[in-house]
C-alpha cells in the first residue's frame, strides 16, 4: 500500500514542477549502410531508420500516458556518418542529411543526431568531407544534428580540426542569416563526446554499439529547486551538506522516472535498453531553469562569484543521486547550461550578471561547455577556434566531456537579442572580449599532445 | 482448521487489539492477517483467523461482544469458506487514480460508478474531505487494479469525463511509478 504523502509529492512533482522525461532518444547503427554508390546508401539508410523507429513514437506516447509523465521529445542517434558515408563527396553527404530529415519527418521524431565526425587526432577523407558538408547540411534540413569531436584526453586537441570547425561554424551561420545563425545552435564541437549521449545536439550513436538501443535523458531541474525551496523554507539553517543531500534524494527520484519508462519503451520495441543520462536540462520556460537553482541557494544569480561551487555542488549532488537510482548511467550526466534555453540563464547574460569568461569558468564543474552562447557576428573564423580551443583544453586536461555550441549571430552586436524558436529559445548576444586582430597560435595546427595523466596504462 | 474473519467497530482507544486477540487466543485461535485503520475518532479493524473444528463461532462471538460493548465497540464474526480469491477476477494491472477539487456530495459515489461498470476494483482508497473549495484540501486515492483486456482509453476518458463533471482534476497513473519514485 502507498501512503498518501508518496503519492501526493509524486504528483505535485509531475503537476507543478515540470518533472518529465525529456528526451527518449533511439540509436541506430548504420554501419552496415555503407556503400560506394550514393543511391543505395540513402535507400539503406532510409529503410533502416524507418523500420527501427517506426514505432517508436507511438509506443513512448502510450508508456507516456500509463504513468501521467511526458516524454517530451522522441529523438534518433544515428552512427557516425563520416564513418557510415565515407566514400561520399561533401555534396553528396548533404544529401545523406536530407535522408535523415526525410525519415526523421517521417517517423515523427523531432531530431535526428549523428552527422557526425570523430577527428581528435587526424582527419579521415570522409571526416573532412562531412565537416565540409555540415554548413549545407544544416542549413538544407530542420531535424539533422552534427557535432563533431576534436579532443580527447587520450589523444590530444586536434588543432587542425578546430581551426576547421571555426571556419564551418562561420559559415553555417552566414548560410542561416535569415533565422539568426539558426545552423550552429545544430552543431557542436567536442572534447571527449561520449557514445550514448540522448540530449541534442550532442547525440550520436558510438562506434561501439549494438544495432539499436534506448538511450534516456531525463530532466528535472524545476523539481530541484522546488526541493531546495521547500527546504529551506521549513529549515533556514540547513547547511550546504544538507542542501546537498536533499539534491541527492531529488535526482534519485528523477532518474528512477527515466529508467522505468526506458526500461518499459525498450521493452516494447525490443531493443535493448541503454542508458540513463541524469542531466538536469533546462527548457526556455519559467520554472525549468538551472539557472533558477541558484538563486535559490542564495546566490543574486547565475554568474556572480560563488557560482562555480554553488554548480559544482549541484553537479556532483545530482551524478551521485542518480548513480544510486540507475545502474546503467551514462552520456553527459551533470547539469546543462544552456544560455539562450534556459530563460533564467539568457536574463543573466541579458544583465550582465554573467559573461563568456564566467561560462567558460564553470563548464569545469559542469557536464557540457559554451553551450548556445549567442556572440557577435563579426567574431572571427580565428577566433571563434581559439574559445573551441579553450574549451576543449578543459576537457582534456579534467578528463571530461566539454563542448561548445557557438552562435556568431550574422549582422548583430554585443547586447542585442537572437532567436532561435522553440525550445532553442533566444539569448543576448555577449561580447567576446580580447578578440581583435590574427591569432597566431591557433593558426600554427598541429596536435596539443595529450596530457600526461593520459598514459595511464 | 476452518477459517473466520471479524470485524470490530467503535470509538478508537488504547487496548482494542490486545482485548480482541487476549480473547482469540484464549479459544485457541491464530491469527493470519490483521488490518486496521483510524478514521477520525473511530476505530475499524478486521481480523482473519483459523480455529479448530470444537470451537462454535457463535459462542466466541458472545464472548468477543462480552468484553468489547463495554468499550462501546461492535464486533462481526463470519465464517470464512475455504476458496481462492475467486476466478472472477481478471488479470488486471494496478493504477493509482487520484482526484482533487471543491468539496460536495456524490464524489465518491460519481467516480467509483464508473470503475465499477468496467469491473475496476478497488483494493484501497484514502479519501480525505476536510471540505471547502481548496483543491488540495478535498482528496481521493484509489489504488484499483484494471483488467488488462480492458480497453484503457475508453476507461480513461469516461473517468475524466466524469470527473470534469464534478469539477475535479483527476490522475491515473500506474502504480509502478509512485513505487520507482519513492521506494528503493
Known sequence: MLTDREILSTLEMLKSENLDVRTVTLGINLLDCASHDAEKLKYKIHTRIAHFAEKLVFVCEQIGQKYGIPVVNKRIAVSPIAVVGAAMSSSQLVDVAKTLDAVAEEVNVDFIGGFSALVEKGIARGDRALIEAIPHALTATNRVCASVNVASTRAGINMDAVLFMGKAIKQAAELTSDKDGLACAKLCVFANIPQDIPFMAGAYLGIGEADAVINVGVSGPGVVKKAIDRARQSDSKLDLGQISELIKKTAYKVTRVGELIGREVAERLKIRFGVVDLSLAPTPHVGDSVGEIFQSLGLVSIGVPGTTAALALLNDAVKKGGAFASSRVGGLSGAFIPVSEDLNISKSAREGFIGLDKLEAITSVCSVGLDMVAIPGDTSEDTIAAIIADEMAIGVINHKTTATRLIPVPGKKAGEEAFFGGLLGQATIIPVNNAKGANHFIRHGGLIPAPIHSLMN | ?184
Request: charged share 25%; aromatic share 6%; hydrophobic share 40%.
Open chain 2, 1 to 184: 482448521m476452518n477459517k473466520a474473519i471479524l470485524s470490530v467497530l467503535g470509538k478508537d482507544q488504547p487496548g482494542i487489539v490486545a482485548a480482541v486477540t487476549g480473547v482469540l487466543f484464549a479459544q485457541d485461535c491464530n491469527v493470519e492477517n490483521v488490518s486496521q485503520t483510524i478514521l477520525q475518532t473511530e476505530f475499524a479493524g478486521i481480523f482473519v483467523f483459523s480455529f479448530s473444528d470444537d470451537l462454535s463461532l457463535e459462542i466466541l462471538e458472545n464472548e468477543l461482544t462480552a468484553k468489547l460493548q463495554p468499550l462501546d465497540l461492535s464486533v462481526h464474526v463470519k465464517l470464512l469458506h475455504h476458496q481462492k480469491r475467486p476466478s472472477t477476477f481478471p488479470e488486471s494491472e494496478p493504477f493509482v487514480i487520484t482526484t482533487k477539487g471543491p468539496d460536495r456530495k456524490g464524489l465518491v459515489a460519481g467516480i467509483t460508478e464508473v470503475m465499477a461498470r468496467h469491473g475496476v476494483n478497488i483494493t484501497n482508497l484514502q479519501a480525505v474531505f476536510k471540505g471547502g473549495d481548496e483543491p488540495g484540501n478535498n482528496i481521493m486515492i484509489y489504488e484499483v487494479d484494471v483488467p488488462v483486456d480492458l480497453d484503457q482509453k475508453i476507461l480513461e476518458n469516461e473517468l475524466r469525463q466524469r470527473a470534469k463533471e464534478l469539477l475535479l482534476e483527476i490522475s491515473i497513473q500506474h502504480r509502478n511509478i509512485f513505487e520507482a519514485i519513492n521506494r528503493i
